[in-house]
């Protein structure tokens, strides 16, 4: 464990917290386990869940959250071991993206992602009671009375959570094609699209309010959606442009949502501009800048033409703001909150956007 990893766990630790309270929770406290790989039991080994047990106690806390993915047995373990519920990291995500998703497609996406992290974590009463009276009786016999016709409980639910996963991707690839089809149409129009993207609380929603006065909701919490809002809007000199504000990023995104949060992403591969927004508030913006670019390579948009912009300028100590300018010399220094720096960031916008193809004909006499 070098300096560096324990800044990075405090760093995820403290996102962990703030997500926490974005699903509703109270945080209680927190802590960290210092280990070179997770512990195949109990994820964070027997002598930090005595530790943790006395902290569950002392403080009357009713639910563990630990930040990473747990085996379905290591969550079992861990949950009968401190005695409250036990939350993994991809768990309290998925959750808070189902509290948020508003299209139809949002909610598809994060309901398809969902019944795939269920679904090795089943436990039917038919399974762990048939595998009993197996025991007991000595098999054939055993489950008589307990499971139905030649299935158990857990089967059955297997059976039907499958039946409604096959459901959702037959319905996900139909939106995709009408999506792709209304992209065409853009395009057809010629109206250049305007993406902006960004870790998750840097600033995006405010920025499109700012640039569009689009009345969007801005909440201070770490904002999980993959739906996307999108604007007309216009340049100072009367060209339009479509702006859209994309998926907040977020550490350690899920893997079962992985797939829907690219395929939402992969309009800003399609996008003539990139707004990427730094929050210049946050203790390592450096970081939250590199996880983007690498999601941006991921969706093959790496290159799309980008405009930096550090925002929240108004609540960083001039010491900061100097340390910004020097990071990132060519971005855009604003503060969607208060406007400042706004008309200088439409110019630049003005000037990056493609310029239509003009042909003069001149007739001479
Ligand atoms: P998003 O998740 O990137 O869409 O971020 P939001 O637009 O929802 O903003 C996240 C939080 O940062 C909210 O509490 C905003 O009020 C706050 N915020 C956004 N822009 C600024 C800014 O320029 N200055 C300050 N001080 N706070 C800001």
Redesign the pocket.
Known sequence: WTEGTVVDAENSLSELAALAETAGSEVLDGMLQRRSKPDAGTYIGSGKVEELKDVVEALGADTVICDGELSPGQLRTLEKEVNVKVVDRTALILDIFAQHAKSREGKAQVELAQLQYLLPRLRGWGDAMSRQAGGRAGGASGGVGLRGPGETKLETDRRRINTRIAKLRKDLSRMKTSRDTKRSDRTRHEVPAVVIA?Y????????LNRLTGAGIL???AL?ATLDTTTRRTQTSDGREYTLS?TV?FVRHLPHQLVEAFRSTLEEVADADLVLH?IDG?HPDPASQVAAVREVFSEVDAQNVPELLIV?????VSAETLLRLHSDWPDAAF?????GEGIDKLQERIEQALPRPQVTLTVSLP
Do not use: E, I
């Open positions: 960004g998750t609380n840097a600033g995006k929603s405010s920025l801005v909440q201070d904002f504000d907040g927004v508030d925002n929240k300028v108004d609540a604003v503060s969607a909150a208060t």
